[in-house]
């Protein structure tokens, strides 16, 4: 949740909606502060070559908005662009799942698992699917997994968990 949050006040800054944060490098007096870890990566510009991992940063933008419809319409596109790719596909999921076109998540999910079958957000995502069918068995068969490679405290262990409750 933290890396969308930092990933959408990338976006927000460079496209100039957080105030004076735009330019401040331009800016003579303003001295960037080193730090030990890495920032958040700037959204693709005409300069920028487009791979995979920035163009899923631009499409996650409208995802945390809520722009569904969009974003899986430039998955989609991504889709044809990089083909078998998991994280595309569970994003694909993601948005089908949200725009309650279930089967059809279902089919995302399911191939981002046979691209990568410890992907942890399609393995989330998919239970989180088991459960809105009211197919609580294979949902604790994704927890299973995911407690098998990431333990009980990793944030895709834990929303499933929640997302299962006590069925």
């Known amino acids: 949740m933290f ?3 930092l990933t959408l006040l990338a976006v927000l800054t460079s496209l100039g909606f957080v105030p004076g944060a735009a330019h401040a490098a331009d800016r003579p007096d303003s001295n960037p502060v080193a730090t030990s870890e890495p920032g958040p990566r700037a ?3 005409p300069s920028t070559p487009k791979n995979v991992t920035t163009e899923l940063s631009s ?3 409208s995802i945390d908005l809520g722009k569904y419809s969009s974003a899986l319409a430039s998955l989609k596109m991504a ?4 083909p078998n790719n998991a994280d595309v596909n ?3 999921g993601y948005t089908s799942r949200k725009l309650q076109q279930y089967s059809q998540a279902g089919v995302y999910y399911t191939k981002a698992l046979t691209i990568d079958p410890k992907h ?3 393995l989330e995502y998919q239970g989180e699917l088991f459960m809105i069918l009211k197919k609580s068995t294979p949902a604790k ?3 299973a997994k995911i407690k098998a490679i990431c333990g009980t405290n990793c944030e895709e ?3 499933l968990k929640k997302a299962i409750g006590n069925k």
């Open 3 to 5: 890396t969308k949050l």
């Open 43 to 45: 959204p693709t510009s």
């Open 59 to 61: 499409i996650r933008v």
């Open 79 to 82: 889709d044809r662009s990089y």
């Open 90 to 92: 569970n994003l694909l």
């Open 120 to 122: 942890l957000g399609a």
């Open 141 to 143: 068969l994704n927890l």
């Open 157 to 159: 262990y834990l929303d």
